[in-house]
């Protein structure tokens, strides 16, 4: 089992009962986060700083732009958002 503890940040958790925590913990074992609240304690697990940072549980980014990596430098030269649309969806996405 994996254990991941995201110790200090600022917890936006969606959650009436919870509420946000200015300095709270997150607790992770494998893919499922166990525990939400202040000064977690959890033996062996691996331990991130999030003094400074905002963590919000569950929350996955589906909006990525992975497949325009390839694609980095191809239009320096475009000057106007018409032009990356066109070229960028238009030609090169499909």
Do not use: C, Q
Not at 52 to 80: C, F, K, Q, Y
Request: glycine share 12%; hydrophobic share 40%; aromatic share 4%.
């Amino acid at each position: 089992m994996t254990r991941t503890l995201i110790k200090n940040g600022t917890i936006l958790t969606f959650d009436p009962r919870l509420g946000d925590l200015d300095r709270g913990d997150v607790l992770i074992e494998d893919d499922r986060i166990v525990e939400v609240g202040r000064n977690l304690a959890a033996a062996g697990a691996a331990e991130i700083d999030a003094s400074r940072m905002i963590v919000m549980p569950g929350l996955v980014n589906t909006h990525i732009h992975t497949w325009e990596t390839g694609l980095r430098g191809i239009g320096a030269d475009w000057v106007s958002h018409r032009d990356y649309h066109g070229n960028m969806h238009g030609n090169l996405a499909t």
